[in-house]
């Protein structure tokens, strides 16, 4: 995907520029391409970026650590102020407080719009945070191999095992 030039919005129809989508974006591993479209309008002070794209991901189950394929859609917009300051370095401290109205997304109004930079980060936003297989995930299976000190007949995690050995060897 090319970057949009920010002046030259102005001059397209309706001052909006879509970009169909259908390609791997570099950095986010897919099983398929993402495939969608980014909506770019202008309206004077702000460009209000929306999108609606599709992909499948391969996720790690959190429960049993199995893999599975999962359907990542995302539709969503965004405003993005213009303004002249933005992506100046500044000599600022390390640390300081920010205010509310700092947490925006800007860029210069003679600047440009990358919209695969933007769907990329739009798309790691949609992967959920708690990645399951399957609702009733039993989890890693508990195996009883290793029989315990305080009772035989307790199931114990054989990742457990060299910390039960060791403390078999403790005294009393």
Same mark, same amino acid.
């Given at each position: 995907?090319?970057?949009?030039?920010?002046?030259?919005?102005?001059?397209?129809?309706?001052?909006?520029?879509?970009?169909?989508?259908?390609?791997?974006?570099?950095?986010?591993?897919?099983?398929?391409?993402?495939?969608?479209?980014?909506?770019?309008?202008?309206?004077?002070?702000?460009?209000?970026?929306?999108?609606?794209?599709?992909?499948?991901?391969?996720?790690?189950?959190?429960?049993?650590?199995?893999?599975?394929?999962?359907?990542?859609?995302?539709?969503?917009?965004?405003?993005?102020?213009?303004?002249?300051?933005?992506?100046?370095?500044?000599?600022?401290?390390?640390?300081?407080?920010? !205010?509310?109205?700092?947490?925006?997304?800007?860029? @210069?109004? %003679?600047?440009?719009?990358?919209?695969? /930079?933007? $769907?990329?980060? +739009?798309?790691?936003?949609?992967?959920?945070?708690?990645?399951?297989?399957?609702?009733?995930?039993?989890?890693?299976?508990?195996?009883?191999? !290793?029989?315990?000190?305080?009772?035989?007949?307790? @199931?114990? %995690?054989?990742?457990?095992?060299?910390? /039960?050995? $060791?403390?078999? +060897?403790?005294?009393?």
């Amino acid at each position: 995907m090319d970057a949009i030039y920010i002046p030259q919005l102005t001059q397209a129809p309706e001052r909006t520029e879509e970009v169909q989508v259908n390609e791997f974006l570099p950095g986010l591993e897919t099983l398929t391409p993402v495939r969608g479209y980014v909506r770019v309008q202008h309206h004077g002070n702000y460009l209000q970026v929306s999108s609606q794209a599709e992909t499948i991901i391969t996720c790690t189950c959190n429960r049993c650590l199995q893999q599975y394929n999962r359907r990542l859609g995302l539709d969503t917009q965004e405003i993005i102020w213009l303004d002249e300051t933005a992506n100046q370095a500044n000599d600022l401290p390390l640390e300081r407080e920010v !205010v509310m109205e700092e947490l925006l997304e800007s860029l @210069p109004p %003679d600047g440009y719009f990358y919209p695969n /930079e933007w $769907l990329y980060e +739009q798309m790691w936003l949609a992967v959920p945070q708690r990645q399951l297989c399957s609702r009733n995930c039993p989890g890693i299976p508990v195996s009883s191999t !290793v029989e315990s000190s305080d009772s035989p007949e307790t @199931p114990v %995690d054989n990742r457990w095992a060299s910390l /039960e050995a $060791l403390k078999k +060897q403790l005294p009393g």
